[in-house]
Protein backbone atom coordinates (compact mmCIF):
# COMPACT_ATOMS: atom_id res chain seq x y z
CA UNK A 1 0.00 0.00 0.00
CA UNK A 2 3.21 2.34 0.74
CA UNK A 3 4.16 1.91 -2.37
CA UNK A 4 1.21 2.48 -4.44
CA UNK A 5 1.38 5.76 -2.38
CA UNK A 6 4.71 6.69 -3.21
CA UNK A 7 3.93 5.96 -6.94
CA UNK A 8 0.61 8.20 -6.96
CA UNK A 9 2.57 11.27 -5.32
CA UNK A 10 6.04 10.70 -7.86
CA UNK A 11 3.56 10.41 -10.79
CA UNK A 12 1.32 13.29 -9.76
CA UNK A 13 4.94 15.07 -9.70
CA UNK A 14 6.42 13.57 -12.99
CA UNK A 15 3.08 14.69 -14.80
CA UNK A 16 3.22 18.48 -13.23
CA UNK A 17 6.79 18.89 -14.39
CA UNK A 18 6.52 17.63 -17.30
CA UNK A 19 3.33 20.03 -18.44
CA UNK A 20 5.19 22.71 -16.76
CA UNK A 21 9.08 21.85 -18.24
CA UNK A 22 6.63 22.12 -21.65
CA UNK A 23 7.43 18.93 -23.09
CA UNK A 24 3.67 17.35 -23.16
CA UNK A 25 3.11 19.97 -26.03
CA UNK A 26 2.63 18.23 -29.34
CA UNK A 27 4.05 21.25 -31.63
CA UNK A 28 6.92 21.08 -28.30
CA UNK A 29 7.90 17.52 -28.84
CA UNK A 30 7.54 17.95 -32.68
CA UNK A 31 9.92 21.04 -32.97
CA UNK A 32 12.57 18.97 -31.38
CA UNK A 33 12.72 16.44 -33.99
CA UNK A 34 12.50 19.32 -36.29
CA UNK A 35 15.13 21.12 -34.41
CA UNK A 36 13.45 24.15 -34.22
CA UNK A 37 12.56 23.75 -30.66
CA UNK A 38 15.30 22.66 -28.08
CA UNK A 39 13.22 22.67 -24.85
CA UNK A 40 12.85 18.66 -24.70
CA UNK A 41 16.56 18.68 -24.58
CA UNK A 42 17.28 21.47 -22.12
CA UNK A 43 14.51 19.14 -19.99
CA UNK A 44 16.03 15.92 -20.87
CA UNK A 45 19.71 16.78 -20.42
CA UNK A 46 18.82 18.95 -17.40
CA UNK A 47 16.62 16.00 -15.64
CA UNK A 48 20.28 13.76 -16.44
CA UNK A 49 22.55 16.20 -15.42
CA UNK A 50 20.58 16.74 -11.95
CA UNK A 51 19.94 13.15 -11.62
CA UNK A 52 23.18 11.51 -12.15
CA UNK A 53 24.82 13.73 -9.86
CA UNK A 54 22.85 12.88 -6.97
CA UNK A 55 22.30 9.23 -7.52
CA UNK A 56 26.33 9.25 -7.71
CA UNK A 57 25.93 10.42 -3.74
CA UNK A 58 23.35 8.08 -3.17
CA UNK A 59 25.41 4.97 -4.33
CA UNK A 60 28.37 5.87 -2.29
CA UNK A 61 26.13 5.66 0.75
CA UNK A 62 24.67 2.51 -0.71
CA UNK A 63 21.08 4.04 -0.34
CA UNK A 64 20.01 3.14 -3.76
CA UNK A 65 20.20 -0.07 -5.87
CA UNK A 66 21.29 0.12 -9.55
CA UNK A 67 18.57 -0.67 -12.35
CA UNK A 68 20.34 -1.17 -15.33
CA UNK A 69 19.43 -2.45 -18.52
CA UNK A 70 21.83 -4.86 -20.51
CA UNK A 71 23.36 -4.11 -23.22
CA UNK A 72 21.43 -5.88 -26.42
CA UNK A 73 23.21 -4.35 -29.49
CA UNK A 74 20.79 -5.20 -31.82
CA UNK A 75 17.71 -4.89 -29.80
CA UNK A 76 19.05 -1.38 -28.61
CA UNK A 77 19.70 -0.12 -32.01
CA UNK A 78 16.54 -1.77 -33.92
CA UNK A 79 13.92 -0.73 -31.21
CA UNK A 80 15.35 2.58 -30.10
CA UNK A 81 15.28 3.26 -34.07
CA UNK A 82 11.23 1.84 -34.52
CA UNK A 83 10.38 3.69 -31.21
CA UNK A 84 11.80 6.63 -33.07
CA UNK A 85 9.66 6.31 -35.84
CA UNK A 86 6.46 6.40 -33.98
CA UNK A 87 7.49 9.34 -31.59
CA UNK A 88 7.71 11.43 -34.49
CA UNK A 89 4.49 9.72 -36.07
CA UNK A 90 2.33 10.25 -32.83
CA UNK A 91 4.21 13.23 -31.43
CA UNK A 92 4.51 12.16 -28.00
CA UNK A 93 6.63 9.57 -25.97
CA UNK A 94 4.95 6.80 -23.37
CA UNK A 95 5.13 10.00 -20.55
CA UNK A 96 4.77 12.93 -22.15
CA UNK A 97 1.38 11.32 -23.97
CA UNK A 98 0.04 10.39 -21.26
CA UNK A 99 0.63 13.77 -19.21
CA UNK A 100 -0.30 15.40 -22.45
CA UNK A 101 -3.66 13.09 -21.64
CA UNK A 102 -4.32 15.46 -18.55
CA UNK A 103 -4.05 18.89 -19.92
CA UNK A 104 -6.91 17.58 -22.18
CA UNK A 105 -5.54 16.38 -25.66
CA UNK A 106 -8.20 14.02 -26.01
CA UNK A 107 -5.92 13.06 -29.41
CA UNK A 108 -3.17 11.14 -27.30
CA UNK A 109 -5.75 8.22 -26.82
CA UNK A 110 -5.51 7.37 -30.78
CA UNK A 111 -1.46 6.81 -30.28
CA UNK A 112 -2.47 5.14 -26.69
CA UNK A 113 -4.83 2.44 -28.62
CA UNK A 114 -1.91 1.59 -31.04
CA UNK A 115 0.60 1.18 -27.91
CA UNK A 116 -1.74 -1.63 -26.26
CA UNK A 117 -1.86 -2.99 -29.69
CA UNK A 118 2.27 -2.44 -30.15
CA UNK A 119 2.72 -3.98 -26.62
CA UNK A 120 0.78 -7.20 -26.54
CA UNK A 121 2.33 -7.93 -30.41
CA UNK A 122 5.52 -7.57 -28.87
CA UNK A 123 4.18 -9.88 -25.76
CA UNK A 124 3.09 -12.52 -28.46
CA UNK A 125 6.76 -12.53 -30.49
CA UNK A 126 8.74 -12.01 -26.84
CA UNK A 127 9.49 -15.91 -26.79
CA UNK A 128 11.05 -15.68 -30.42
CA UNK A 129 12.38 -12.40 -29.81
CA UNK A 130 14.31 -13.06 -26.23
CA UNK A 131 15.68 -15.81 -28.08
CA UNK A 132 16.91 -14.05 -31.06
CA UNK A 133 17.37 -10.23 -31.37
CA UNK A 134 17.71 -9.46 -27.99
CA UNK A 135 20.96 -12.41 -27.75
CA UNK A 136 22.51 -10.80 -30.62
CA UNK A 137 25.13 -7.90 -29.52
CA UNK A 138 24.63 -9.12 -25.51
CA UNK A 139 27.49 -7.45 -23.21
CA UNK A 140 25.47 -7.53 -19.86
CA UNK A 141 24.68 -4.31 -17.88
CA UNK A 142 27.42 -2.25 -18.28
CA UNK A 143 27.98 1.55 -17.61
CA UNK A 144 29.64 3.81 -19.38
CA UNK A 145 32.88 4.51 -16.41
CA UNK A 146 32.87 0.82 -16.71
CA UNK A 147 33.41 0.49 -20.19
CA UNK A 148 36.21 2.95 -19.79
CA UNK A 149 37.64 1.61 -17.02
CA UNK A 150 37.49 4.33 -14.83
CA UNK A 151 35.74 5.13 -12.09
CA UNK A 152 32.28 7.05 -11.54
CA UNK A 153 33.74 9.49 -9.91
CA UNK A 154 36.14 10.49 -12.30
CA UNK A 155 34.02 10.13 -15.07
CA UNK A 156 31.25 12.61 -13.61
CA UNK A 157 34.46 14.79 -13.21
CA UNK A 158 34.63 15.18 -16.51
CA UNK A 159 31.03 14.35 -18.31
CA UNK A 160 29.08 16.52 -15.70
CA UNK A 161 30.63 19.87 -16.55
CA UNK A 162 30.71 18.34 -20.41
CA UNK A 163 26.57 18.36 -19.89
CA UNK A 164 26.53 21.98 -18.21
CA UNK A 165 28.36 23.30 -20.88
CA UNK A 166 26.27 22.09 -23.42
CA UNK A 167 23.03 23.05 -21.67
CA UNK A 168 24.14 26.41 -21.46
CA UNK A 169 25.29 26.17 -25.41
CA UNK A 170 21.34 25.22 -25.55
CA UNK A 171 19.90 28.16 -23.69
CA UNK A 172 21.85 30.47 -26.79
CA UNK A 173 20.20 29.06 -29.93
CA UNK B 1 8.84 23.65 -45.77
CA UNK B 2 9.33 26.32 -42.99
CA UNK B 3 5.84 27.16 -42.51
CA UNK B 4 5.78 24.83 -39.45
CA UNK B 5 8.43 26.78 -37.92
CA UNK B 6 6.70 30.02 -37.51
CA UNK B 7 3.28 27.90 -36.23
CA UNK B 8 5.80 26.80 -33.76
CA UNK B 9 6.76 30.15 -32.69
CA UNK B 10 3.13 30.93 -32.41
CA UNK B 11 2.34 28.29 -30.14
CA UNK B 12 4.66 29.48 -27.83
CA UNK B 13 6.76 27.62 -24.88
CA UNK B 14 6.72 25.91 -21.85
CA UNK B 15 5.27 27.26 -18.46
CA UNK B 16 8.18 26.99 -16.70
CA UNK B 17 11.57 27.25 -16.99
CA UNK B 18 12.67 23.76 -18.69
CA UNK B 19 15.96 23.94 -17.19
CA UNK B 20 13.93 24.28 -13.67
CA UNK B 21 11.29 21.71 -15.11
CA UNK B 22 14.14 19.22 -15.98
CA UNK B 23 16.14 19.34 -12.74
CA UNK B 24 13.24 18.86 -10.55
CA UNK B 25 12.74 15.69 -12.56
CA UNK B 26 16.17 14.73 -11.70
CA UNK B 27 15.28 15.25 -8.31
CA UNK B 28 12.37 13.15 -8.57
CA UNK B 29 14.69 10.62 -9.55
CA UNK B 30 16.57 10.47 -6.63
CA UNK B 31 13.46 9.85 -4.52
CA UNK B 32 11.82 7.03 -6.93
CA UNK B 33 15.34 5.20 -6.52
CA UNK B 34 15.54 5.98 -3.40
CA UNK B 35 12.02 5.46 -1.48
CA UNK B 36 10.06 3.11 -3.77
CA UNK B 37 13.73 1.34 -5.54
CA UNK B 38 12.65 2.13 -8.61
CA UNK B 39 13.35 4.28 -11.55
CA UNK B 40 10.93 6.53 -13.45
CA UNK B 41 9.42 4.87 -16.51
CA UNK B 42 6.70 5.05 -18.67
CA UNK B 43 5.91 2.57 -21.47
CA UNK B 44 5.78 -1.04 -19.40
CA UNK B 45 2.17 0.66 -18.10
CA UNK B 46 0.82 0.33 -21.64
CA UNK B 47 2.15 -3.19 -21.50
CA UNK B 48 0.76 -3.86 -18.18
CA UNK B 49 -3.02 -2.28 -19.22
CA UNK B 50 -2.86 -4.69 -22.66
CA UNK B 51 -1.57 -7.69 -20.70
CA UNK B 52 -4.88 -6.68 -17.96
CA UNK B 53 -7.31 -6.28 -21.00
CA UNK B 54 -5.83 -9.32 -22.98
CA UNK B 55 -6.42 -11.39 -19.40
CA UNK B 56 -10.85 -10.32 -19.82
CA UNK B 57 -10.63 -11.92 -22.95
CA UNK B 58 -7.92 -15.06 -23.33
CA UNK B 59 -6.37 -15.35 -19.67
CA UNK B 60 -4.82 -18.63 -20.25
CA UNK B 61 -3.25 -17.57 -23.62
CA UNK B 62 -2.28 -14.42 -22.11
CA UNK B 63 -0.38 -15.11 -19.37
CA UNK B 64 1.37 -17.80 -20.92
CA UNK B 65 3.44 -15.42 -23.12
CA UNK B 66 6.92 -15.02 -22.22
CA UNK B 67 6.87 -11.56 -21.45
CA UNK B 68 4.00 -11.46 -19.19
CA UNK B 69 5.32 -14.59 -17.39
CA UNK B 70 8.46 -12.22 -16.81
CA UNK B 71 5.80 -8.89 -16.21
CA UNK B 72 2.61 -9.97 -14.76
CA UNK B 73 -0.12 -8.08 -16.07
CA UNK B 74 -1.54 -6.60 -12.54
CA UNK B 75 -1.78 -3.25 -10.79
CA UNK B 76 1.72 -2.33 -9.86
CA UNK B 77 3.87 0.35 -9.43
CA UNK B 78 4.49 1.67 -13.06
CA UNK B 79 0.89 1.40 -13.88
CA UNK B 80 -0.05 3.65 -10.56
CA UNK B 81 2.94 6.10 -11.68
CA UNK B 82 1.66 6.32 -15.35
CA UNK B 83 -1.80 7.17 -14.01
CA UNK B 84 -1.00 9.47 -11.66
CA UNK B 85 0.62 11.63 -13.99
CA UNK B 86 -2.44 11.81 -15.98
CA UNK B 87 -3.46 13.92 -12.90
CA UNK B 88 -0.46 15.91 -12.30
CA UNK B 89 -0.73 16.92 -15.91
CA UNK B 90 -4.19 18.11 -14.84
CA UNK B 91 -3.77 20.17 -12.25
CA UNK B 92 -0.51 21.58 -13.35
CA UNK B 93 -2.44 22.75 -16.43
CA UNK B 94 -5.62 23.74 -14.96
CA UNK B 95 -4.11 26.04 -12.35
CA UNK B 96 -1.83 27.23 -15.14
CA UNK B 97 -4.85 27.83 -17.78
CA UNK B 98 -3.42 25.70 -19.95
CA UNK B 99 -5.94 22.99 -19.91
CA UNK B 100 -7.71 22.59 -23.70
CA UNK B 101 -10.10 19.85 -24.67
CA UNK B 102 -8.38 18.81 -28.20
CA UNK B 103 -8.71 15.64 -30.98
CA UNK B 104 -6.13 17.03 -33.15
CA UNK B 105 -2.94 18.88 -32.22
CA UNK B 106 -2.99 22.59 -33.29
CA UNK B 107 0.54 22.22 -35.48
CA UNK B 108 -1.12 19.12 -37.12
CA UNK B 109 -4.33 20.91 -37.94
CA UNK B 110 -2.49 23.72 -39.67
CA UNK B 111 -0.42 21.79 -41.45
CA UNK B 112 -2.12 18.71 -42.59
CA UNK B 113 -5.83 20.15 -41.27
CA UNK B 114 -8.51 18.06 -39.54
CA UNK B 115 -7.50 14.25 -42.23
CA UNK B 116 -5.56 11.60 -40.80
CA UNK B 117 -3.81 11.87 -37.65
CA UNK B 118 -5.51 9.30 -35.71
CA UNK B 119 -4.21 6.72 -38.14
CA UNK B 120 -0.89 8.32 -38.18
CA UNK B 121 -0.88 8.55 -34.25
CA UNK B 122 -2.39 4.94 -34.28
CA UNK B 123 0.10 3.70 -35.90
CA UNK B 124 3.00 5.71 -34.45
CA UNK B 125 1.64 3.89 -31.06
CA UNK B 126 2.65 0.23 -32.47
CA UNK B 127 5.54 1.36 -33.41
CA UNK B 128 6.81 3.11 -30.06
CA UNK B 129 5.60 0.44 -28.01
CA UNK B 130 7.01 -2.61 -30.00
CA UNK B 131 9.98 -0.09 -30.20
CA UNK B 132 10.68 0.69 -26.57
CA UNK B 133 9.56 -2.84 -25.31
CA UNK B 134 12.03 -4.57 -27.60
CA UNK B 135 14.97 -1.97 -26.84
CA UNK B 136 14.10 -2.30 -22.98
CA UNK B 137 12.82 1.35 -22.61
CA UNK B 138 11.35 4.42 -23.80
CA UNK B 139 12.52 8.25 -23.32
CA UNK B 140 11.57 7.52 -19.38
CA UNK B 141 12.87 4.86 -18.63
CA UNK B 142 16.21 4.64 -21.02
CA UNK B 143 16.77 8.13 -22.01
CA UNK B 144 15.95 9.41 -18.19
CA UNK B 145 16.81 6.70 -15.44
CA UNK B 146 18.86 5.31 -17.42
CA UNK B 147 20.98 7.88 -18.79
CA UNK B 148 21.67 9.24 -15.21
CA UNK B 149 22.53 5.93 -14.15
CA UNK B 150 25.33 6.08 -16.96
CA UNK B 151 23.86 2.55 -18.92
CA UNK B 152 25.41 2.12 -22.32
CA UNK B 153 22.32 0.27 -23.23
CA UNK B 154 20.06 3.46 -22.13
CA UNK B 155 22.21 5.98 -23.77
CA UNK B 156 22.40 3.94 -27.24
CA UNK B 157 18.89 3.37 -27.24
CA UNK B 158 18.40 7.13 -26.30
CA UNK B 159 20.31 8.21 -29.29
CA UNK B 160 18.56 5.42 -31.74
CA UNK B 161 15.34 6.99 -30.49
CA UNK B 162 16.18 10.48 -31.94
CA UNK B 163 18.08 10.02 -34.95
CA UNK B 164 14.66 7.61 -35.66
CA UNK B 165 12.72 10.58 -35.03
CA UNK B 166 14.54 13.17 -36.88
CA UNK B 167 14.91 11.35 -39.75
CA UNK B 168 10.79 10.29 -39.64
CA UNK B 169 9.53 13.65 -38.71
CA UNK B 170 11.38 14.97 -42.58
CA UNK B 171 8.26 13.17 -44.46
CA UNK B 172 5.80 14.82 -41.89
CA UNK B 173 6.48 18.74 -41.97
Known sequence: MKKFFQALIFGLSFGFLLQKGGVTKYHILEGQLLLSDFTVMKVMLSAILVGMIGLYFLQQKSLVKPHIKPVQLVANIIGGLIFGVGFALAGYCPGTGAAALGQGNLNTLYYMGGMLVGSYVFAELSETLNQTVKTWGDFGKVTIPEYLHVSNKVFLIIFAPLLFLVLIGLSRL | ?173
Open chain 2, 1 to 173: MSEYKEVINVLGQSAWSPYLAGSLIGVLAWFTFTLSDKPIGASSAYATLAGMIGKLFAKEHTLNLKYYQDNPPRLNWEFVFVLSSIGGAFISSYTGGEFEVRWIPKLWEKIHGTDNYAIYAFIGGILMAFGARLAGGCTSGHGISGTLQLSVASWISLLCFFVGGVITIQFLY
